[in-house]
Antibody, heavy 117, light 110 residues
Framework: QVQLQESGPGLVKPSGTLSLTCAVS?????????WSWVRQPPGKGLEWIGE???????NYNPSLKSRVTISVDKSKNQFSLKLSSVTAADTAVYYC??????????WGQGTLVTVSS | QSALTQPASVSGSPGQSITISCTGT?????????VSWYQQHPGKAPKLMIY???NRPSGVSNRFSGSKSGNTASLTISGLQAEDEADYYC??????????FGGGTKLTVL
C-alpha cells in the first residue's frame, strides 16, 4: 500500500518561503514514476504545481516556475517543495501525489499552509 | 497554461445518469488520450476515478465511465447514488510536459 505524507510549517509570513516535504512509503522514490505537488486554495479548484523524477528531472507549472523548486532525497525516500516570495494567494491545502504514466493514483492527505503575518 | 473548462455544477436524482464535460485544447485534451478524472469529497484528498480517458482503477464502480471526442472529454455517472455527491475534476497531460486540471464540477444528488 503506497502512502504519502506531507509535513511542514502551517504558517508562513508574506514574502517568505514555503517549504514542505512528502514522505513516501510502500514505493521507492526511485521507481519509474513521477512525484508531484498539487495545491487547492480554500473553496477553489486543484492547481498542479510541478513534479520530479528520481533522476532530478523536473517539470513546473509555467505560472509558478519562477518561484518553485522541487527536489528529491533518495536516501530518505522523500521529495520536497519550496515556493518563494509567497503572498496570501499562496494560502492553500498542498497535496503530494504519485504520477503513474499520465495520472495521479496515490495522494497524501494534504496540509493547509496559511500565508499571514 | 489555462485550466480545462468544466461546468460549475450539475445535479441529478438518485438512479439517473449525469455527464460532466471537460473542454481543453489541441495541446492537452485533444493531443493525447491521457485524460483522468478525480472525485473529491469535502475535506478529503482527490480520488482517481478514470484514467487514460476511459479506464477504471481497480475498486471503482462500473457506474463511472469516461469518453473523449476532439478537445472535449466527458465523465458519465449512471445509477446516481447519494455517495456520488462530491466535486469532480478532470486532468490532462499537455504537449508542454505539464499537467493541467479542470476548474471542478460540484455534483449534487437531489
Amino acid at each position: 500500500q503506497v502512502q504519502l505524507q506531507e509535513s511542514g510549517p502551517g504558517l508562513v509570513k508574506p514574502s517568505g518561503t514555503l517549504s514542505l516535504t512528502c514522505a513516501v512509503s510502500g514505493d521507492s522514490i526511485s521507481s519509474n514514476n513521477w512525484w508531484s505537488w498539487v495545491r487547492q486554495p480554500p473553496g477553489k479548484g486543484l492547481e498542479w504545481i510541478g513534479e520530479i523524477y528520481h533522476s532530478g528531472s523536473t517539470n513546473y507549472n509555467p505560472s509558478l516556475k519562477s518561484r518553485v523548486t522541487i527536489s528529491v532525497d533518495k536516501s530518505k525516500n522523500q521529495f520536497s517543495l519550496k515556493l518563494s516570495s509567497v503572498t496570501a494567494a499562496d494560502t492553500a491545502v498542498y497535496y503530494c501525489a504519485r504520477r503513474v504514466r499520465w495520472h495521479h493514483d496515490y495522494w497524501g492527505q494534504g496540509t493547509l499552509v496559511t500565508v499571514s503575518s | 497554461q489555462s485550466a480545462l473548462t468544466q461546468p460549475a455544477s450539475v445535479s441529478g436524482s438518485p438512479g439517473q445518469s449525469i455527464t460532466i464535460s471537460c473542454t481543453g485544447t489541441s495541446s492537452d485534451v485533444g493531443a493525447y488520450n491521457y485524460v483522468s478524472w478525480y472525485q473529491q469529497h469535502p475535506g478529503k484528498a482527490p480520488k482517481l476515478m478514470i484514467y487514460d480517458v476511459s479506464n477504471r482503477p481497480s475498486g471503482v464502480s462500473n457506474r463511472f465511465s469516461g469518453s473523449k471526442s476532439g478537445n472535449t472529454a466527458s465523465l458519465t455517472i449512471s445509477g446516481l447514488q447519494a455517495e456520488d455527491e462530491a466535486d469532480y475534476y478532470c486532468s490532462s497531460y499537455t504537449s508542454s510536459s505539464t499537467v493541467v486540471f479542470g476548474g471542478g464540477t460540484k455534483l449534487t444528488v437531489l
